[in-house]
DNA sequence: ACCGCAGTTGGAAACGTTTACAGGTGTTGC
DNA sequence: GCAACACCTGTAAACGTTTCCAACTGCGGT
């Protein structure tokens, strides 16, 4: 810890010159490489003397890793997103390597640099949780410089490994539950169809109330944005449509529509039942606690982040496009089923 | 795009090659310095063709800077910090600088690691969120091989900048509201008080009950961990004690007191009232919406990014140990003041 | 006395950049 | 027609490591 005559940080030639060994003798000691017991003595007292500590960037440069792995997400700030960094970095701790984090923004045109930038050598593997794929995407996708885990569905074919939640399945679970605590007319808030997300959430929307015997009816469904307030609008819409529950897309989309609903003094889920999606931190939080389905944000990014560190540490071989899925969990809480009586009638 | 003759990613080397000109050439070119025309076209073609990217170690290796900062805090999970973390990310997106993001949780070594892990030159500054302020960080934070930026309150005369929250003057805020909307059994219900926002919500919620004139009593005062399950028994302690408001030292606990009344059929804020800290997205997200002492978390991250920067980027020099505070701001909404009856002064 | 060998060591190259410096060209002014 | 000069270019060093290779030491075996 004391101060550097040199001026700089101390590097393996201060080490040298004050031990009066060579550099490649500092650098063997240090690295626990054969030395005689002296030369390993003077060299670690010098170096704690000089309060060394080695440049990662010249070790990076000389063996080509940077022990770094970038998660591009499109909005740090989307509690929907919180479980799966903490996952992410969970596993990125423990493997040794540090997470950069990277907002997209959900602009595409940010996605692509991101993938581009693997060339740049900064991080050795990415985890990328595109908002939608388009076919720059699969071209930056295919000739990335490094390995790189896609959160979400890929073309097949695609040489790029995946883990994806299964949204279509998901939603399927929470219209049937709702349908099973008796719900007839249930409605749906969907968030922008043109994004993967809506467009499966929608399918097992309709799918499941195929399955259950209802009919789609076009009156009950609004498709709008993914926010609160998004949520709030669209169910004031709804109520007019006299729905026993409403399913939303996700979390904040039901958190909307529930004060929506406490706002018009009905009850949840007496009046009106509702579902979410993402099982975040805020369907556990809120009163009443929301049912809501977990598309496994946790497992999904532990998972991710192990496929990377298994690919770039390389032990055992992965084929390259290696897919997981995660199973959507139902998580049912007070907002709906009420526990003693499951036939309504509207 | 072409896939390289060489194997590896293309260098400057490379491009030299194809071009026929020499590195230092490439160099120049792909830095905008002078060049003659045929020259220039020459480098940039084969660059484009060998789809060539700056190799960003080597670069770092040159010029001593990665363009990298690192945030330490205690748990990426938490809904708190989530403002906090898009800010800082936002600034130094926009200043060119990715984000390294670094969890901690909580443990005094982690961070003490983190504090000399600046030295391996990883990243050229470091925003750290410590729980707890011990002697060993003030040492480490004194001889950090970098610029570091505390988020938290710093013994005066300690060389380093920091960025504060008034959590004294916030509770005391939250506090005098109760007292204004009638309140007079005020409870509160705190983390551990062996940390620093602990201790610091604790004397804003004395000093603002002897300012209202109110007796403090241990009573109505539950120290417990910083969570919504600890807030929940926390307020059924609290509740045989009849208290006519509960004072949260953060909206997660908060959201628990919330669930508890809501569990025994009290109306909030009708039988009582609550009132949170941090103003995090869960205070908007619930019903009632929760009122909350918005504790600056956005621009804490904000500035603190900002005075990094400033400092790497060094244009005006600022004096070692700048200090910024944050002022609270007290956010009402439908969990405290009946709108009808009020002496309201806030 | 010599060879081979294991154990240590130092010199030097390499990783991919940037940049100081010196050498080369062509142009201008006399 | 020649000096001075601007401009452009290439060589080489540097950043801080790791690692290949050759050299040196001391040793035991022949």
């Avoid at 540490?313 to 199973?327: C, E, K, L, S, Y």
Wanted: hydrophobic share 40%; aromatic share 2%; charged share 20%.
């Amino acid at each position: 810890m004391s101060p550097v005559p040199g001026g700089g940080q101390p590097t393996i030639v201060s080490i040298a010159r004050q031990a009066g060994v060579s550099i490649a003798s500092v650098s063997r000691v240090l690295n626990g490489l054969g030395a005689r017991r002296e030369t390993v003595e003077r060299v670690e007292r010098a170096a704690s003397e000089l309060g060394y500590v080695p440049n990662a960037v010249a070790r990076s440069l000389k063996d080509g890793r940077t022990r770094q792995l970038t998660f591009a997400l499109p909005d740090i700030g989307n509690p929907a997103y919180l479980a799966m960094v903490r996952a992410v970095q969970g596993v990125t701790k423990t493997a040794g390597y540090r997470l950069l984090l990277h907002s997209t923004d959900a602009v595409v045109d940010d996605e692509l640099a991101v993938l581009r930038s693997l060339g740049d050598r900064t991080s050795d593997g990415l985890i990328i949780c595109p908002i939608r794929i388009t076919d720059d995407h699969i071209d930056a996708l295919t000739c990335a410089a490094g390995p790189v885990v896609v959160m979400g569905s890929l073309p097949s074919g695609v040489p790029v490994d995946s883990v994806r939640a299964d949204s279509v399945t998901g939603a399927a679970l929470a219209v049937r539950h709702l349908h099973d605590t008796g719900c007839r007319r249930i409605a749906f808030i969907n968030g922008p169809s043109d994004t993967v997300p809506g467009r499966n959430r929608e399918e097992g929307y309709r799918a499941a109330l195929a399955e259950c015997g209802l009919v789609y009816d076009d009156a009950l469904v609004v498709e709008t944005g993914f926010g609160i307030e998004a949520g709030a609008r669209a169910a004031g819409e709804l109520l007019g449509r006299r729905p026993d529950a409403v399913f939303c897309a996700n979390d904040q989309l039901a958190l909307g529509a529930a004060r929506a609903l406490h706002a018009r003094g009905l009850r949840i889920p007496q009046d009106v039942a509702v579902a979410g999606m993402d099982d975040s931190v805020l369907a556990r939080s809120v009163w009443p606690p929301l049912t809501s389905v977990d598309l496994g944000s946790t497992e999904r990014g532990r998972r991710a982040a192990e496929l990377l560190v298994e690919r770039l540490d390389g032990t055992a071989p992965i084929p390259r496009g290696t897919t997981a899925t995660a199973p959507p969990r139902l998580v049912v809480r007070a907002s709906t089923a009420p526990p003693t009586e499951n036939t309504r009638s509207t």
